[in-house]
């Protein structure tokens, strides 16, 4: 991770045939693209990889949760569960879509924690948001029994963990409906991408519409199309398509590297008595974008994570105080500052989030340090992280 670093001649060609057509958009102009239909493409490999029936492409990560809140009926007055370890377009998807968040704790495997989640669930829960963060799951079969027990609908989103697993099911097939992002930092990118997966045949009809306007899609006049419900623009170009088309053709030796790299340092790493390493309810499922572990304490975790970058050991995300990915950082989202008044401050203007406390999900993110895992790592440059990490961590 990430993609780009894997960037060729193949990503070069797949654009140029592309430019070549002279067609940028997915949509129409069928007499003179030259049959080249490269998100038509995409979606049907990303279906045959994925083992989802429909897949779905659209602009982004973050219109792909943004889509899937819409299509399951998410809107004003309903509260959407998630994690306070995310990135915050999730909260930010949630109050625009003009429901509530309710975050509740993770655990150790740095997910929701089914018990906070059941828990928190209340006659105005319409779904539950299931972040895979940091390449890997939490216990997703207690997670959808929950869901399933109390007729809650389940979306998961798999930006972070494209390529992983569950009991050998793709992560983002297990809910209704699953996200991914193919941003420029992802394992595979589109440099600006995003998906939506589902095995609901009425459901993806909607999702495709959605994403386009509201457009049917049914003939080949695009003018003509009918509009069966509002939707937005969140289409993805045929540029960008193209990257992913060459990107995904690399991914299983992509998630191999990732396995690899991971695996020799958490090797490397096991036997320091200082270091628990995250849980991973599925190992064989981790996709390996990064290698998390937990120090004793947050101040040695916070002297840790200054040692690792002043070694050069570059990657080493202490989340604690990261601005985008923890809710310690997130005073625009507390504070609902927007450029506009948001729905949820007009239907219910006594919640407030200034006071999220969350004690569990503090105690674990402050003593947590998780490093990218890269593909472009020489087994030298493996080598010499290794032997930096094992004296800064002893």
Known sequence: MPGFEWFGDEERAEVNAVLESG???RYGFDGVRGGRWPARELEAALSEKLGSNHVHLVASGTSAVSTALAVCGVGAGDEVIL??????????????????????????TLCLDPEAVEAAITEKTK?????HMCGSMPHLDRIKAVCDRHGVTLIEDAAQAFGGSWKGRALGTIGRVGCYSFDYVKTMTCAEGGAIVTDDPALYDVIQAYADH??????????????PHIGTNYRISELHAAVGLAQLRKVDRMIE?????????????????????????????????????????????????ARL???????????????WHYHTKWDHFKNLTSPALLPVARWEPEREWKSLHLPKSDAIISRNISMLIKLSWTEEQLADRLAKMRAILA
């Open 23 to 25: 067609v940028l958009m």
């Open 83 to 108: 994690p306070p370890f995310t990135f915050v377009a999730d909260p930010e998807a949630v109050l625009l879509a003009g429901a509530a968040p309710v975050f509740v704790d993770i655990d150790e």
């Open 127 to 131: 779904a539950v948001l299931c972040v």
């Open 214 to 227: 509201g457009h049917d899609h049914k003939g080949v006049d695009r003018g003509a199309d009918l509009h």
């Open 257 to 305: 590297t990732q396995r690899r790299n991971k695996q020799y340092l958490k090797d490397g790493l096991s036997d320091l008595p200082r270091v628990r390493f995250r849980e991973i309810p599925d190992p064989d499922g981790d996709s390996a974008t990064f290698l998390s572990f937990m120090l004793p304490t947050e101040a040695e975790t916070r002297e840790a994570s």
């Open 309 to 323: 970058g002043a070694a050069g050991v570059d990657g080493c995300f202490y989340y604690y105080v990261n601005n």
